[in-house]
């Protein structure tokens, strides 16, 4: 899912377009963790491990298109995503920070 995500918000950023930016009573730790939760869980379990790797392949390679595409003045481009500057080339880095943070705890 991460990686379906990033390839959008790189997509909008590019466009100077921001994503989820919600104010900021909605934006609380506990309604979005426990938000987040339960569509995480709603999402996996319709999925299987040849699904979800066929998923993750292809918007990998999507990824990586998008990151060939990206003008060198583009990079530093700032939008705001969940209600913070972040620029086009720190969009990159969220699927390895996802992986980082939750990849203990993804069942193998």
Request: no cysteine; charged share 20%.
């Amino acid at each position: 899912m991460s990686m379906e995500l990033t390839n959008r918000f790189v997509a909008n950023a590019l466009r100077g377009k921001g994503a989820y930016n919600y104010p900021s009573f909605l934006m609380s730790r506990f309604l979005t963790n426990t938000m987040n939760t339960r569509m995480t869980r709603s999402y996996a379990r319709k999925q299987i491990k040849r699904t979800m790797s066929q998923k993750y392949d292809a918007a990998h390679q999507t990824l990586l298109a998008a990151m060939d595409a990206v003008k060198d003045d583009e990079w530093s481009k700032s939008v705001k995503v969940f209600n913070a500057p972040t620029t086009v080339e720190a969009l990159f880095h969220l699927p390895v920070m996802q992986i980082q943070e939750h990849g203990p705890q993804v069942k193998r």
